[in-house]
């Protein structure tokens, strides 16, 4: 068995539902699937003497789900009063204007497609409600609108799809841009490394305790991947499909249609750059 502590972002063991740190709360949503891993984790935040929280990510149109998270909620003394979107992947957002129905709260997005109510997101706004502090911070490249949202207080940060609790993430092509996920992970290493971030609170998976080692991993992950590609395309694999049936050989077939998003992305990012 290997040692939680070896992997990246060092993996917490143990049940994926319920407290992650002193603001956050965790529901796991009943999604499990190869792209989703346990399901989707739908975060409840608040201050922990305040009545008002704040839901990130409903997930699934699962009345079930959305039901179980106002009452884990209420069960701690707290009323959902905001609700808040990482990006608009259906596993994320497709029961957010079901909950805000069943919670009378408004739906910030980054996308105003996906929102209920007057008020947007944008980065450097900082979420107050109940007298959290929390931070919105621009995180394109998985999704044009993902976002990721800092908790000071418990040196945690909110990743949704952006970094995963196991595993890597998918280059959402054409929505998704490479150059600009790789940014995103900068900024993320940035608030490890200046800000004191060390908990990684993903959208799937287990949470992991070491932010700046998990950002790290996946930086290194992207340059391999994106050599990887550079040297295909060298030995005549043209084509996007024929590039993941080089590169992602030892990965499950089912998994091929996902990874070839992230293939085309870094085509597209190597075409940029001139370097095929």
Known sequence: MTDAAALPGQPRGGVLSGPATTRAVNVLAP???????????????SEPDSPLAVVIDPGPLDDTHLSHVIETAEKAGKRVALTLLTHGHPDHAEGAARFAELTRTHVRALDPALRLGDEGLAPGDVITTGGLEMRVVATPGHTADSLCFHLPADQAVLTGDTVLGRGT??????????????????????????????????????VLEDAQGAVEFYLAHRANRLAQVETAVE?????????????????????????????????DYLREHGLI
Request: glycine residues 8%; without cysteine; negative net charge.
């Open 31 to 45: 999604n499990p699937s190869a792209m989703t891993l346990d399901g989707t984790n739908t975060w409840i935040v």
């Open 169 to 206: 993430t998918v280059v959402a092509h054409p929505d998704g841009r490479l150059g600009d996920y790789l940014d995103s992970l900068r900024r993320l290493r940035s608030l490890a490394v200046d800000d004191g971030v060390h908990t990684v609170l993903p959208g799937h998976g287990p």
């Open 235 to 267: 030995n005549g694999h043209i084509e996007a499909a024929d590039v993941v049936a080089h590169v992602y050989a030892d990965v499950d077939r089912s998994l091929w249609p996902a990874a070839e998003l992230s293939v085309r992305a870094q085509l």
